[in-house]
């Protein structure tokens, strides 16, 4: 079994706000990375820049609006290969909308060592939608 890395929010906000930061340039660039690059269209592909020199690509494999979101690493980060990111919209409590972050298909030599450290970055990045849903104020991760 490849190790993996999920995490939940709940938001106070409206599924179809979450599911455009997930799928939108603007939307991403502004809880992730400032230089994102993005379409919500399934076999596009997202680019994101952390740097000068580092460039990460994402097929987008699935689209539900309101629901779901799903990548596979495309190229960029050679850690990444194989892996893919998946994000679950629902309802959540008292109002709000749940969102589950997943990551799975590591590689386990790069998983192992660097779990940890993964699981923090994404928990991070989480927080930043959460705050960016909540209030319509960009403060990405990177950038």
């Known amino acids: 079994m490849t190790p993996a890395t999920v995490l939940a929010i ?5 599924p179809e706000t979450i599911y455009e930061a997930l799928t939108t340039g603007q939307g991403l660039a502004s809880f992730w990375t400032r230089d994102s690059q993005a379409t919500p269209e399934v076999g596009s592909i997202a680019s994101f820049g952390f740097g000068p020199e580092a ?3 994402m097929k987008v494999e699935e689209l539900v609006p309101g629901k779901r979101v799903v990548w596979s690493s495309h190229s960029g980060f050679p850690d990444w290969e194989g892996s893919k990111v998946a994000w679950t919209i629902k309802p959540g409590a008292d109002g709000a909308t749940m969102v589950v972050f997943r990551q799975d298909g590591w590689l386990k030599e790069i998983a192992d060592p660097a779990l940890g450290s993964i699981n923090q970055t994404w928990a991070e990045i989480m ?5 960016y849903a909540e209030t319509g104020e960009p403060q990405p991760f990177f950038g």
Do not use: I, P, V
């Open 127 to 131: 927080t930043r939608l959460r705050g």
């Open 10 to 14: 709940n938001a106070k906000s409206t």
């Open 55 to 57: 460039r990460l690509q």
